[in-house]
């Protein structure tokens, strides 16, 4: 069946986004403790908040359905990993929560992500194995970002957001990881403050 289109975006836990250049310092505009999880990403591997730390990650939500906002989010995101690579950045990942596990299995995941011809596939991780109930919560929750599931399509609800997760595992940063305007989507910036923060915190 033909996905309808459905996009939105959310003004929940959006904020302006400060550049991090020169010498200054590393500024967290949040304090947000993500919680312990344990999940399966795309190559069938366990991911849990305690495997990412000691490096940060930039996360979001999409589903491999999506016909609206998840495509260009990816695209935004392989852009923002094009950005490391040319800094050579390397101690960092890349976490995709789906929005619709039951349908986006490991082997949906990984086909999905091979669409975006993305400069380094090991750094990322596409995640599955839970309950959809379980993913609305732990957005809402966890990350301030709305995760719905629209009864009247086959479509899921969600926010348009990348979010900086620190070593700690501590949410510090949002971005726009999506808009009609690419120039509003802080590429730079995002691998900017990756770099940065992981220069503070050597």
Known sequence: MKRKLIGLVL??????????CG???????????????????QRGE??????????????????????SICPPMSLNMAQVQEKLQKKGVEDYNI???????????????ADYLSKYNVQDESK??????????????????????LVKNDPNSDQVIHGNQFFLVDKDGVLVKMYNGYA???????????????????DENL
């Open 46 to 67: 366990t991911v849990s908040l305690e495997s990412l730390k000691g490096k940060p990650w930039i996360g979001m939500y999409i589903f491999t359905n999506c016909v």
């Open 124 to 145: 990322w991780n596409l995640l599955t194995g839970y309950s959809q109930k379980y993913i609305e919560q732990f957005a809402v929750k966890n990350t301030k970002i």
């Open 11 to 20: 003004l929940l836990a959006c904020a302006s986004v400060l550049g991090a």
């Open 180 to 198: 009609e305007n690419i120039e509003d989507v802080p590429i730079d910036t995002i691998a900017s403050d990756i770099e940065t923060y992981i």
């Open 95 to 109: 976490v995709a929560f789906s929005v619709d596990p039951d349908v986006d299995q490991p082997d949906v995941l």
């Open 23 to 41: 010498n200054s310092k590393f500024k967290a505009d949040y304090s947000l403790e993500i919680p312990d999880f344990e999940h399966v990403n």
